[in-house]
């Protein structure tokens, strides 16, 4: 579990195929405080660490996760947002956080807003009653409060703030048009979507 609260960027290294996709990734982090086999949410999936270096740590991404998340993350070169998982008595800064990719959003619009830029995400449809404005998203492994959403015939799309400290602390601050973005919408709203549509039916 995590909170959706940004504490490094790091970046592949190397990406590796073998069985699976085997991604070296730079850390700010102490590796010595990080076990083999730990979760760390890198751009919003759950990885395990399978090995760890003085400043880099190793996880493996399966073929089911890189065809259902933004393959621009998974290359050599690509900054993560990073994130160790949540422990019991930790402060819960943003929202509870599984690390589990609902879709890939797409960026339709980035704009000044004041300080912060507002980005407008469009998502397929089929998630527009899990998302509200003033809930909480996730977008690539940050926890953001959705401003506005609007839904019409192509999707859903909807729009978040990224304040200059975001910007500056995680690669939000980069966002252009067209780019891709792993979603994970808010745990309560899935299973709440989930259980209304069970006792439609």
Not at 123 to 149: C, F, H, Q, W, Y
Not at 180 to 200: H, P, W
Request: aromatic share 4%; glycine share 8%.
């Amino acid at each position: 579990m995590f909170t959706g609260i940004v504490s490094d960027v790091g970046t592949v290294r190397s990406a590796e195929q073998r069985g699976d996709l085997r991604l070296t990734i730079a850390t700010a982090y102490d590796v010595d405080t990080i076990d083999l086999g730990a979760s760390i949410s890198c751009s919003g999936v759950c990885l395990t660490v399978v090995d760890k270096g003085e400043d880099w740590f190793a996880v493996d991404v399966s073929g089911e996760t890189t065809s259902k998340t933004a393959a621009d993350h998974w290359h050599e070169g690509a900054s993560l947002n990073l994130e160790r998982a949540l422990r019991l008595g930790d402060e819960l800064g943003g929202h509870i956080v599984t690390g589990h990719v609902d879709c890939v959003a797409e960026v339709v619009e980035s704009s000044p807003d004041g300080d912060s830029t507002r980005i407008a995400i469009r998502i397929p449809r089929e998630l527009a009653s899990m998302i509200a404005p003033k809930g909480s998203v996730t977008l690539d492994g940050a926890s953001l409060t959705v401003n506005d959403v609007h839904d019409d015939d192509a999707g859903t799309r909807f729009t978040v703030n990224i304040i200059p400290h975001t910007a500056q602390h995680t690669t939000l601050g980069q966002l252009k048009a067209g780019e891709q973005l792993n979603v994970e919408v808010d745990v309560l709203a899935r299973y709440l979507d989930r259980m209304l549509s069970a006792r439609a039916h």
